[in-house]
């Protein structure tokens, strides 16, 4: 069964730093893709940021660009976000998906989320 | 980069009925088309990919249909278990959600 666990959200202010990981279970971690999922309250999913299973590429929103880095760990199966100088439109629950494939495909599995909250 | 229009926002519906939910892309994105259902307090679950495709363990009366720039997403018969809000996903050109659809009880 695959099992995907986010950690490291939190209630930050403005400009700080922030990095979330995801521990992963159950399936090939190497083999797949992965994303990182916010939605903020009230508002549909938006894709963050994503990186291949090689981790040769990464995809990241506009708004994020610069600011946030996306990583893999496949020896321990572990993905992170490293978000920076965050703003308090970044204030959202982040999802850690496993992506059905190598890029683009959908999102198979999803973690439980995390909260990030952005608030002086 | 590409747009993803659902509609209705919202559609109120009895146990039963045979409901459609509509998502538009702002331009062809082939068959790359996801829905997906969520539940308060919960993670998105994939329903359909490939635009008409079951994911294992989603029930039958689950049904997907389109390609290009529009697409559907039909239950034929409503149970308690679907009052949810769904979403569609482009995967055509990096990834994109519909703004969403809950689908309340009458």
């Known amino acids: 069964e695959v099992q995907l666990l986010e950690s490291g959200g939190g209630l930050v202010q403005p400009g700080v730093s922030l990095r979330l990981t995801c521990a992963a279970s159950g399936f090939t971690f190497s083999s797949y893709a992965m994303t990182w999922v916010r939605q903020a309250p009230g508002k549909g999913p938006e894709c963050v940021s994503v990186i291949s299973a090689t981790g040769g590429s990464t995809y990241y929103v506009a708004s994020v660009r610069g600011r946030f880095t996306i990583s893999r760990d496949d020896s321990k199966n572990r993905l992170f976000l490293q978000m920076n100088s965050l703003r308090a439109e970044d204030t959202a629950v982040y999802y850690c998906?496993?992506?059905?494939?190598?890029?683009?495909?959908?999102?198979?599995?999803w973690g439980q989320g995390t909260l990030v909250t952005v608030s002086s | 980069d590409i747009q993803m229009t659902q509609s209705p926002s919202t559609l109120s519906a009895s146990i039963g009925d045979r409901v459609t939910i509509t998502c538009r892309a702002s331009q062809s994105v082939s068959n790359w088309l996801a829905w997906y259902q969520q539940k308060p307090g919960k993670a998105p679950k994939l329903l359909i990919y490939k635009a008409s495709s079951l994911e294992s363990g989603v029930p039958s009366r689950f049904s997907g249909s389109g390609s290009g720039t529009e697409f559907t997403l039909t239950i034929s018969s409503l149970q308690p278990d679907d009052f949810a809000t769904y979403y569609c996903q482009q995967y055509s050109s990096l990834y994109t959600f519909g703004q969403g659809t809950t689908l309340e009880i009458k």
């Open positions: 998906a496993k992506v059905n494939g190598l890029w683009l495909s959908p999102f198979d599995s």
